[in-house]
């Protein structure tokens, strides 16, 4: 069965970080890319970032210099490193795996975690 388990949501203040992971099972990791969408509250699906199994990455200008992804092939284990959140960060998170590259496309991706939430408020 795949699986992906997301951890590491909770709340924060504006400004604060977090970090984001995600343990994989039931499928190959270490041959697809991986990556997070979010999904803000009465809005659409939002890719954020993916990485593939050598390591290159790609994120979302949205986030660009504030989030970081990065994955453990031996663990099959990614994580996103989130810094200087703000309020329009809050959103469910999840993480998700494509054999696409760099997987901007939320119908890229293959399968999908149940999501955390990310909530950054005063």
């Known amino acids: 069965e795949v699986q992906l388990v997301e951890s590491g949501g909770g709340l924060v203040q504006p400004g604060g970080s977090l970090r984001l992971s995600c343990a994989a099972s039931?499928?190959?990791?270490?041959?697809?890319?991986s990556g997070w969408v979010r999904q803000a509250p009465g809005k659409g699906l939002e890719w954020v970032s993916s990485?593939?199994?050598?390591?290159?990455?790609r994120v979302a200008d949205s986030v660009k210099g504030r989030f970081t992804i990065s994955r453990d092939n031996a663990k099959n284990t990614i994580h996103l490193e989130m810094n200087d959140l703000e309020p329009e960060d809050t959103a469910a998170y999840y993480c998700a795996a494509s054999i696409i590259f760099p997987a901007r496309q939320t119908g890229e991706f293959e399968f999908w975690g149940q999501g955390t939430q990310v909530t950054v408020s005063s």
């Open positions: 039931g499928f190959t990791f270490s041959s697809y890319v």
């Open positions: 990485i593939n199994v050598a390591g290159r990455s």
